[in-house]
């Protein structure tokens, strides 16, 4: 009779277990201070229509928050890198502004030696500017990211700022891990852009939904409205979508443990975060109420705070999860052997 009501404690500990060792799986950011953003404004991303506009009002917002900010007018390099904490990098405009494969060596030297904080955006392939994100995915590629943007356009019949190619996102995620960089967020302006991917194999192959396949330590952050649709006008076929396809596609996601250590937080969205013909990071376009100026920030800090946290293989918020379920378990069946 012992042994059967012994077995019986162990089988609810066994299914209690994982629920209360979940508990410590995400990591959880800590404010940092006295730190540096390099934001990319070689590639193409300046614009006089947005610069100084958005561009330093986002600088302003940044600023408030204690972060340094660093235009980077004459590339990515080790140099403008040596300091920086945090880098962004908005969707390239122009054939000839793609990085130079010793930019790209720089920016994955300097994210993969760990707990760095990079934020890449791209844009739509429309009219064949497969430029754009074969650009953004070579970054992406060199540090092992898991989210890539799809060689096709999104546009929005429905949800939009005046014309379905500047459709806006406005569907977030339920997720709390993800809770503070979606705080009083509900419209973002995705201005020509295009959905994004998941490979599972960190190097743009392997391509997934991501609507329906999870990929560990990546967070779907923003989707489009149910009426976002695909097309694909290039030569170019997308990965893990087709032309046509309908629905809430992935416009931003959150990757952590990123980078050869292990310990990089790395971001990805369809469309440019600042810059642009009009940025993410807009609070109002044709007449259209945006929450552009809520998200932007917010997700730079929540990537700037967590970034400095985090330890390759098991963080301590993890091991502190675990311990906490082994605890919650003797104590159960302690109590359940006491009244034997």
């Not at 890539?148 to 891990?177: G, K, L, M, Q, W």
């Not at 009083?184 to 490979?199: A, E, F, K, W």
């Not at 100026?293 to 917010?298: G, I």
Request: hydrophobic share 45%; charged share 15%.
């Amino acid at each position: 009779m012992r042994l059967r009501k012994l077995g019986s404690v162990f089988l609810i500990a066994a299914l209690f277990a994982p629920y209360l060792f979940a508990l410590g799986i995400a990591p959880m950011p800590v404010a940092a201070q006295n730190q540096t953003i390099v934001f990319d404004m070689t590639h193409g991303q300046y614009s006089s229509y947005i610069f100084p506009n958005e561009d330093t009002d986002l600088k302003a917002d940044l600023e408030a928050l204690g972060y340094t900010v660093v235009w980077a007018w004459g590339g990515l390099n080790d140099t403008i890198l040596a300091d920086a904490d945090g880098l962004m990098i908005g969707g390239i405009y122009g054939a000839t502004a793609g990085f130079a494969q010793a930019e790209i060596d720089d920016v994955a030297e300097w994210f993969n030696a760990g707990n760095k904080f990079m934020w890449v955006g791209s844009d739509s392939d429309y009219a064949g500017y497969a430029y754009i994100n074969n650009n953004a995915s070579a970054i992406l590629s060199a540090v092992g990211s898991h989210v890539y943007p799809e060689p096709i356009s999104v546009s929005d019949s429905e949800s939009n700022c005046n014309a379905s190619y500047r459709a806006v996102a406005n569907v977030t995620s339920s997720d709390p891990f993800v809770a503070d960089i979606l705080a009083n967020v509900d419209q973002i302006l995705m201005h020509g852009p295009t959905c994004l991917y998941g490979s599972t194999t960190g190097d743009g192959a392997g391509a997934v939904d991501l609507r329906d396949t999870t990929i560990a330590n990546v967070y779907p952050v923003l989707f489009y409205s149910p009426a976002a649709t695909i097309g694909d006008s290039d030569l170019v076929a997308p990965l893990a979508h087709s032309d046509g396809d309908v629905g809430s596609f992935v416009a931003m996601t959150v990757e952590t443990y990123a980078g050869e250590a292990g310990t990089g937080v790395l971001m990805v969205a369809g469309a440019s975060q600042y810059g642009d013909y009009k940025p993410m990071y807009a609070d109002e376009y044709y007449d259209v109420t945006l929450s552009g100026q809520n998200l932007v920030p917010q997700a730079i800090e929540f990537g700037m705070d967590l970034a400095p946290t985090l330890t390759a293989g098991l963080d301590l918020v993890l091991i502190l999860g675990a311990a906490g379920a082994v605890v919650v378990v003797i104590v159960i069946v302690a109590v359940f052997m006491r009244r034997r």
